[in-house]
């Protein structure tokens, strides 16, 4: 088995933004995924969809079920991340008003892909963009 699924995600599209976590937990749930692993991997889709519509200039979710994984990749078009390690804080955020009357702004989304996920990565760069690559071991 080797499933793959591509979503592109706009900057600040709120009316939209969700349909791609929801249609990946739909597809894991087709797969015949574990509601253990569904739930980690839509936890950390959503919150890496919504930082794609707060915080990028817009970009893709990829997701790959395969035999004994499921990855997801997060890339996006900029603006990058200056401080990594202070993004990945728990509580740090520079959610603006409008993203914050939305309930967003915790500085919690980062922190917790990074939980869910068995493996984490994320590489970013100012003026180039961020890619956050998560594994899921099956
Ligand atoms: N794709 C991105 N591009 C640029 N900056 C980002 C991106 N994702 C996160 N950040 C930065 O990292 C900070 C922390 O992100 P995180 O998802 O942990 O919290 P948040 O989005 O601010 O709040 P929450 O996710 O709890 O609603 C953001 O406030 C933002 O400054
Ligand atoms: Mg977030």
């Known amino acids: 088995m080797n499933y793959k699924l591509a979503f592109e995600v706009e900057r600040g599209d709120f009316e939209t933004a969700g349909d791609a976590s929801r249609k990946i937990k739909r597809t894991l749930q ?3 995924i ?3 692993i569904i739930r980690k991997v839509s936890i ?3 919150e890496g969809e919504m930082n794609l519509a707060i915080h990028s200039l817009g970009g893709t979710i990829l997701l790959t079920v395969a035999e004994k994984e499921i990855d997801l990749t997060i890339e996006d078009r900029g603006p990058g991340i ?3 390690s202070l993004a990945m804080t728990e509580g740090w955020s520079t959610a603006g008003d409008e993203a914050r009357r939305m309930g967003f702004g915790a500085g919690m989304g980062l922190p917790n892909m ?3 996920a068995d493996h984490f990565q ?3 760069k100012v003026g180039v963009g961020t890619k956050i690559a998560m594994k899921f071991f099956l």
């Open 30 to 32: 087709q797969l015949g």
């Open 114 to 116: 990074q939980k869910n």
């Open 82 to 84: 200056q401080d990594l």
């Open 34 to 36: 574990s509601n253990k």
């Open 44 to 46: 950390a889709g959503y």
């Open 122 to 124: 994320i590489d970013s």
